[in-house]
């Protein structure tokens, strides 16, 4: 069993510029989110889906970040305009959810995008 | 308010000896999870443990133990006979049932030391 993959690895682009991440769960793993993570600090959460609905937003997520998980799958973030501000780790998150106790979830995550702002 | 706080930015343990990771927590949510994670260089998140907070017991994951106590509102990791490969950053997060919606919060992490 594969792990949550995301891709790219690293992405440096200039500011104005708009980047999309793609994260692929873990198979079957119904429930999937994003999380960015700067230096020093722990992971601050952005978004989560539960299979292809988009449950919550974070007040993180301004209106340049946009969030799918079509067909509930794969995932893609994408950040129109970049800003200088966005460079962070930008992590991928999924866990299996059967029950309606949502935080008793394990999260597995992936490797992360670590996104450079010039 | 921070609702996690891990308090002790660096630590250094002696290997083969065990070692305490402090996290106190804030919540007035009955219902919630406590994970501690470790983070390598390599940057990716390990899921070490879980704690409910229904669970009578502290939790275990072989070298991993959770010290629960939760009239005092902490959970903190314990490992045992620590090795190099534990030199890493961890994180406590805690996720809450009825009123945090999806999210989970996390600490500003401990960067533990293992020394030869």
């Known amino acids: 069993d594969t792990g949550v993959s995301q891709d790219p690895r690293h992405k440096i682009t200039k500011r104005g510029q708009n980047v999309t991440f793609r994260c692929d769960p873990i198979?079957?793993?119904?429930?999937l989110y994003w999380y960015r993570q700067t230096l020093g600090q722990g992971p601050e959460f952005l978004t989560y889906?539960?299979?292809?609905?988009?449950?919550?937003k974070s007040r993180l997520l301004s209106d340049r970040f946009s969030a799918e998980r079509p067909k509930g799958s794969f995932s893609t973030l994408e950040i129109q305009r970049t800003e200088q501000g966005d460079s962070a780790m930008y992590l991928c998150?999924?866990?299996?959810?059967?029950?309606?106790?949502?935080?008793?979830?394990?999260?597995?995550f992936g490797p992360g995008t670590r996104l450079t702002v010039l | 308010a921070q609702k996690i706080t891990q308090t002790q930015p660096g630590m250094f343990v002696q290997e083969k000896e065990a070692v305490t990771l402090d996290c106190t927590y804030d919540?007035?949510?009955?219902?919630?999870?406590l994970f501690w994670y470790k983070q390598p260089s390599s940057g990716e998140m390990i899921f070490l443990i879980y704690?409910?907070?229904?669970?009578?017991q502290n939790a275990t994951e072989g070298r991993y133990s959770l010290n629960f106590q939760k009239a005092r509102k902490s959970a903190n990791l314990v490992i045992s006979a620590s090795q190099l490969g534990d030199s890493a950053m961890y994180f406590c997060?805690?996720?809450?049932?009825?009123?945090?919606?999806?999210?989970?919060?996390f600490g500003a992490g401990t960067r533990l030391f293992v020394k030869a």
């Open positions: 998150a999924s866990s299996l959810g059967t029950s309606g106790k949502v935080y008793t979830d394990t999260q597995y």
């Open positions: 704690q409910g907070s229904y669970d009578q």
């Open positions: 198979s079957e793993h119904n429930r």
């Open positions: 997060a805690m996720r809450e049932g009825t009123t945090g919606g999806f999210k989970t919060i």
């Open positions: 919540t007035s949510d009955p219902s919630y999870g």
């Open positions: 889906f539960q299979n292809e609905a988009q449950l919550e």
